[in-house]
């Protein structure tokens, strides 16, 4: 992971002028639900926590590197602070909310860094983005499941047969389904990656587009408005 993470930020440096004292730190954690989360701090600093509990593969942590640090959410928030600091960002535009409009800007984001890289040419970088997105269709319908009160059995019989997982992985995917809070996020994760991998095509990785992105606070309906300009 720590060899992705210098890999991804070298090739983010070629896409985004960022401050040089920008840094991210890996830690190591156990027994968490999550895989991973990067915890921006100030001054360009991020923790990026990686659950070693899980059977991770090396596309899988290529594609972790990307979506939490480079160019994911530290980048992401790297440059939040910057335009606060010595831009124009309003106060309200520098703080992060879960679940709420800029979820699925901030998620697509992420969800589509190995794209923004360019590493989605190897077969195993193109088989983790299908997975990927597999993964958040299920958890979309597992929550319209929870939501209609399915019994759990169904829940779990569901997660493994749509995202091809084991029993181990639908247990945790259940459970983020049942979690009011993050069934609602896993929308987020869905169409905010839709939205953003169907304007990086059409401009095939435009310097606008990450202009846009990631310099501009942004909701939704703001970003596709600004899409529509580009």
Known sequence: MERYLRMARRDARRLFKLPKTERVRLVATHGRSIS???????????????????????????????????????????????????????????????????????????????????????????????????????EVNLAFMVHREEPRRELLRYAMHSGLVDWKQAVRDVRYARNRTWASYAFCYWYGTAMIRKQFVKMDGDPALFDALYWRPHTVRTLQAAFRRL
């Not at 989360?37 to 001054?43: A, H, I, L, M």
């Not at 979506?67 to 910057?82: D, I, L, S």
């Not at 890289?117 to 193109?126: K, Y």
């Open 36 to 138: 991973g989360v990067c915890e921006y701090t100030r001054d360009y600093q991020s923790t990026v926590k990686l659950n070693v509990d899980l059977p991770w593969t090396w596309p899988a942590l290529r594609d972790m590197a990307a979506h939490e640090a480079y160019p994911g959410h530290h980048v992401h928030q790297a440059t939040r602070e910057w335009e606060y600091l010595h831009g124009d960002f309003p106060r309200e535009a520098a703080i992060s909310l879960a679940a709420c409009p800029m979820g699925p800007v901030e998620e697509g984001i992420g969800e589509n860094g190995l794209w923004f890289l360019r590493w989605d040419r190897a077969p195993e970088d193109r088989m983790t983005l299908a997975l990927n997105r597999l993964r958040w269709g299920t």
